[in-house]
């Protein structure tokens, strides 16, 4: 009796595990395709921010991509693109990508199909009525995709993006010279850099990201000190989804 429930117990941690890896696990493709890093040949990086658009952390990110012509995506968050138009009206303008980063940032672990499709279709109006633009690149709150997500993107012709890079600007010890470091320690040609513009959890207004802001140039610098140039994470999904 003893080793039916043993095989038991042993069958529901490698489910538990499985579902882990598929859930959590950053670069995991088995719930369903998502962009980790860009195909090497080029010398090419993609810069992305989450969590926005927060002031004055985005507008200060702008102005320094903007001051060195460089383009990145903003995974944005739909509450906050009702809230801060005009900067998500800037982003646009400017001539970056905007993502979706679901409405309210809830962690999808668990989420019904019907919530994921709820946050994610808000968001897409919230982003069209600023922009007159529907995004085609999705990235999960916390990396955590979760059943159901892929359909709902599949529906709406949409890419998930994850990343190969952080400068893990979200831990709160680290100073900016650390996310720099951080950022840049193991680019490759191709690779998907994530950064912060904003906080899921915080308010709007809270300075969270300066270091962030801090970090930016000496990053750039060692990007171009490395012969990469920065592309949008667009130029590196396959051609249907462009
Ligand atoms: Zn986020």
Redesign the pocket.
Known sequence: MHWILLALMGCMVGVAAAVYYACWVHDSQLLGPSLVRGAAGAKRVALTF??GPTPPCTEQILDILKAHGIQATFFVNGKLVERFPNIVARIHREGHALGN?TYS?PCLRLKSRKRIAWEIDRTQEAIERVTGVRPKVFRS??GVRWFGLFSVLREQGMWSVQWSDTGFDWVEKNTAEDIAAKTVANLRDGSVILLHDGC?ACEPGEVIHAKTVAALPAIIEEVYRRGFKFVSVHDFLPPRTR
């Open positions: 989450d969590d980063h940032h709150p916390y899921g």
